[in-house]
């Protein structure tokens, strides 16, 4: 059974750095792009950053590019989102995904993943 294990949420103050981790167990996904969406209350789940399988291309939401860094260790089948500088509005339940397939044509669309974890809180106050 796959499952994607999300850790590394809490409670920060604006401006401190969280660092987010995704473990995948039940298949390795060497060969697939990874990615980390938010879903903020009463707003819908947006995609924040993306990485290709080789870790050699990245992709990010415009709000957080020079902030949050995504990247990925294929030996230990693991997913990672340094956030640096955070915002209020960064305040979310942040998911980890799997994509469907080898090849990928657009990061920022939840149907190109096939496997999702639970999410982890992340939040900012002012």
């Known amino acids: 059974q796959v499952q994607l294990l999300e850790s590394g949420g809490g409670l920060v103050q604006a401006g401190g750095s969280l660092t987010l981790s995704c473990a995948a167990s039940?298949?390795?996904?060497?060969?697939?792009?990874k990615a980390w969406f938010r879903q903020a209350p009463g707003k819908e789940r947006e995609f924040v950053a993306g990485?290709?399988?080789?870790?050699?291309?990245?992709r990010y939401l415009d709000s957080v590019k020079g902030r949050f860094t995504i990247s990925r260790d294929n030996a230990k089948n693991t997913v990672y989102l340094q956030m640096n500088s955070l915002k209020p509005e960064d305040t979310a339940v942040y998911y980890c995904?799997?994509?469907?397939?080898?090849?990928?044509?657009?990061?920022?669309?939840?149907?190109?993943?096939?496997?999702w974890g639970q999410g982890t809180q992340v939040t900012v106050s002012s």
């Open positions: 995904a799997v994509s469907q397939t080898v090849t990928i044509s657009d990061y920022t669309d939840p149907y190109e993943y096939a496997y």
């Open positions: 039940g298949r390795t996904f060497s060969n697939y792009a």
């Open positions: 990485i290709s399988w080789t870790g050699g291309k990245t």
